[in-house]
């Protein structure tokens, strides 16, 4: 592994728990930190990375103590996951202009991805999505993307890097995206004519009307990510103090079960909440909202551990359907009701049951439509 101190601050886990340290079974006391020496991460799971780097917000402030009021909160979380090994690196070091800690993040998150690990980063402004993304440039990955947040941050007339990292993210060259996926936008916040124009390149964006009507039918996008971003913007100002937006959006627990989908992608590679600015948070009810949705993640986790993989046949029930002249196989998981629709190129993609049911009466789900629109 590529000495990546050069790039990280260690934790002080006095400094988070200054009263009696933390208790057995907590997770603070179960966590791999880089206190004085790197953990090794050949046995781990999960990675923590924290970044404060804020500037993209257009504020002067370079950088926020957010990721330790996150860990603060997190580590007195007692954890219940013991197949799921967790290791916490530290904070990127902020570099002296923006690029540089982009820079710092994406050689940090590279290292830990080509590990065959899942990093977890604790941000930031969201624009900090765009060193995360760039990752999968540095290793040639081509991926889907899944980002969560009541804007799309497409905004070229706006000079504040967090309101337009879209516009690099999804139309940069080389581009990496094979798909892109928006959950939970505001409608009153977002320009009709940008929803046109992501709908003429296939991405899917789902207002938060509908993710808040039927979770399940969002899993599957989330399922087939490989990165995931998420803005606390999309989580209601009354169960997140330091959500200032807008007084709508997602509830605690629905912002739990996104982060628990996540965890439980077997593609999914990063994962990371943005947005939190600790100046804005009252008795740190958002850092212990944003802890208790890592909890989940840990958790999706843990489940993902226990799914089959798809060649295992006798782990899935198998059902054969023709819909449109088109014969096609759709499996369902025995162990999580998950299920997986095969494409004309007899690769499987993450579906929902209602998808199977509209094949099996001849109607053309939607998902299978739109992907192959896409080609």
């Not at 690099?168 to 939970?184: A, F, K």
């Not at 494409?343 to 579906?351: L, N, Q, S, V, Y």
């Not at 929902?352 to 053309?364: E, F, G």
Request: glycine letters at 6%; aromatic letters at 10%; one cysteine or more.
């Amino acid at each position: 592994m590529q000495d990546l101190t050069d790039f990280l601050s260690p934790i002080r886990l006095q400094e988070l728990n200054e009263d009696n340290g933390f208790r057995e079974g907590q997770l603070g006391k179960c966590v791999s930190v880089y206190e004085n020496h790197l953990p090794d991460l050949t046995k781990i799971d999960i990675v923590l990375v924290g970044i404060g780097e804020s500037r993209g917000n257009g504020t002067t402030v370079l950088s926020t103590n957010a990721p330790d009021k996150i860990r603060k909160q997190l580590y007195q979380l007692y954890f219940w996951h013991t197949d799921i090994a967790i290791a916490d690196l530290g904070n990127i070091k902020t570099g002296d202009n923006i690029n540089d800690s982009y820079a710092a993040l994406k050689t940090v998150v590279s290292e830990i991805i080509r590990l065959g690990k899942t990093v977890v980063i604790l941000g930031g402004s969201h624009d900090v999505t765009l060193a995360q993304y760039n990752v999968y440039v540095d290793l040639k990955q081509i991926i889907e993307a899944t980002c969560v947040d009541a804007f799309i941050d497409l905004r070229n007339d706006s000079n504040i890097r967090s309101e337009n990292f879209l516009l690099d993210m999804l139309t940069s060259e080389p581009n990496m995206i094979r798909h892109y996926n928006h959950l939970g936008f505001q409608s009153y916040f977002v320009h009709p004519r940008l929803l046109e124009t992501m709908d003429k390149l296939r991405f899917d964006c789902y207002r938060v009307g509908v993710v808040k009507e039927d979770l399940d039918e969002i899993e599957p996008a989330i399922r087939n990510s490989h990165l995931v971003s998420f803005d606390i913007s999309a989580i209601k100002n009354s169960e997140s103090p330091a959500s200032i937006q807008g007084p709508n959006g997602l509830t605690g627990e629905e912002a739990c079960i996104i982060a628990r989908f996540a965890g439980m992608s077997n593609n999914l590679s990063s994962f990371g909440i943005y947005g939190y600015d600790p100046s804005l948070d009252l008795n740190e009810l958002s850092a212990k909202q944003i802890a208790q949705m890592l909890w989940y993640f840990i958790d999706g986790k843990n489940k993902s551990k226990q799914e089959s993989p798809l060649e295992e046949k006798s782990a899935f029930n198998e059902f054969h359907t023709c819909f449109a002249e088109v014969d096609t196989i759709f499996l369902q998981s025995k162990r999580s009701n998950r299920w997986w629709m095969q494409m004309p190129d007899k690769k499987f993609i993450a579906c929902t049951q209602n998808d199977y049911i509209k094949a099996s009466t001849n109607d053309i789900p939607e998902r299978w439509l739109r992907i192959q629109e896409r080609g």
